[in-house]
């Protein structure tokens, strides 16, 4: 069962549509002991870097985010919920990350729009047996800050400057664009990163919008 | 680098979408979840909800429409009308919307765009300027629906909205609009200069238009009866506009 971090960061429902149409049970949880009992973490995430940690703060996430990997469950952190994961971001540099994945979140640009709000192509930088070759494939980002490229670093992208897409440390995976905001690729993308942590879907249905 | 967007707009009064031309003669097109998943398998980028429903009637139906909406598409939307307060923007956003558009109020309270930002991020907050030809401004901001003018320069109300902390701006020649000549691409050439994304909005007519806007400043390109007609589906335009070299998502 996928446990959906809700700290109140706004809009679930787009995930949970996706893993409804993958086919993946999940369930929300405000406070760590709301989680299932076992399965991935997702941590989703939009809005403030300094905000969102709060609020994981004040509803127990942030201390136990990190026993609940030591322990060996799976998380996913998607868009702002994988700079939360990194060690810390230029939008809030008091504030530091949970540093369950190497790197900071760094300002794109100079010379590009910011926010990047839009579809950008991602390649492979380093192989993951989560994740296939992408080849290109256009994959949507809405975001201000992006994590430098490493040796982590699974997908690149590139606006400005080439960034992490989608960069992995152990059983922790984060995805910079949202995948259950990505068309068809990006549910294929959703659904292998949460075969690879140890899901099972019981009810895919192939086609979106139905 | 990020692809050119293009994205159909859909009015839904009631829960129910409909067309407007000129913001009149209105007629049902059916469930917003049914026809923005239409756009979805077609390959459009995003998808442009205006509700002009009126507020008493709004609120019962909205976030369930909302909420279908944001189950069913696996690409981004944004909803705007009468959108007037954080309060409205968060019930929106929590309802399922990736942004919120807002228009007469960001004129009303231009604090209202700042505010937005800080709570939600700019990313989620698209302004939606309505701008006409002006033989003493150049061209002049309208609100409430395109029928009130202000005294707002559009070219310095897009700047004062950047400054402020939209995320991007939805701008549309209400010259232009429902006429099938093209876009005002004046005006789009003083929005391309923008830190910020520019969706350009009223006029289009043939696949040429879209390329013209995306030539001319725009980053993304909206059109409804173009793509509701069924006149240029959305993969022949990408096809076109990727044949001219422009970056899209196909």
């Known amino acids: ?210 | 680098m990020a692809a050119k967007r293009v994205i159909p707009c859909l009015d839904v009064k009631d829960g129910r979408v409909v067309k407007g031309i000129k913001f009149q003669n209105l007629r049902d097109m059916g469930h917003p979840a049914e026809l923005a998943c239409r756009y979805d398998l077609e390959g459009a980028d995003e998808v442009v909800f205006l509700d002009i429903s009126a507020t008493d009637e709004k609120r019962a139906t909205q976030e369930a429409w909302v909420r279908e909406v944001a189950h069913a598409l696996s690409i981004p939307f944004t909803v705007g009308g009468g959108v007037s307060s954080v309060e409205g923007i968060r019930r929106l956003l929590r309802a399922g919307a990736d942004k919120v558009g807002i228009n007469t109020a960001a004129v009303n309270n231009p604090r209202l765009i700042a505010e937005a930002a800080d709570v939600f991020g700019r990313q989620c907050v698209v302004v939606a300027i309505d701008a006409a030809r002006d033989p003493k401004l150049g061209w002049r901001v309208f609100v409430n629906g395109g029928k009130k003018p202000t005294d707002l320069d559009a070219v310095a109300w897009m700047d004062q909205v950047a400054e402020l902390g939209a995320g991007e701006i939805l701008l549309t020649s209400i010259d232009r609009d429902g006429t099938l000549e093209g876009f005002d691409l004046e005006l789009l050439q003083k929005a391309g200069r923008l830190s910020i994304p520019v969706i350009a909005s009223g006029g289009a007519g043939t696949e040429m238009h879209f390329l013209e806007a995306l030539q001319h400043g725009a980053d993304a390109v909206l059109a409804a009866t173009l793509f509701h007609e069924g006149t240029l589906p959305i993969p022949k335009l990408k096809t076109f506009l990727a044949s001219q070299g422009v970056s899209v998502r196909r």
């Open chain 1, 1 to 210: 069962m996928i446990t959906l971090i809700d700290y109140g960061a706004g809009n679930l429902h787009s995930l949970e549509g996706a893993l409804d149409r993958l086919g993946f049970p999940h369930t929300r949880a405000e406070r760590p002991s709301e989680a299932a009992p076992s399965g991935a973490l997702v941590l989703p995430g939009v809005g403030h870097f300094h905000a969102a940690q709060m609020a994981l703060q004040s509803r127990g996430w942030w201390r136990d985010m990190p026993q609940m990997v030591a322990d060996g469950r799976p998380l996913l952190g998607i868009c702002l919920g994988l700079q939360l994961l990194a060690e810390g971001s230029e939008e809030s540099p008091k504030d530091s990350g949970l540093g369950l994945i190497p790197g900071i979140a760094r300002r794109l640009g100079p010379g590009v729009k910011v926010p990047l709000m839009g579809w950008a192509q991602v390649q492979q930088q380093s192989s993951h047996p989560a994740l296939p070759d992408p080849k290109g494939g256009w994959l949507y980002f809405v975001h201000s800050y992006a994590l430098e490229t490493d040796v982590e670093t699974i997908y690149t992208a590139f606006h400005g400057r080439t960034f992490s897409a989608v960069k992995a440390r152990g059983r922790v995976l984060g995805f910079q664009p949202h995948p259950e905001k990505s068309g068809p690729f990006g549910l294929v993308l959703l659904q292998k990163t949460l075969n690879w942590m140890g899901e099972t879907s019981i009810d895919f249905q192939e086609e979106a919008c139905n």
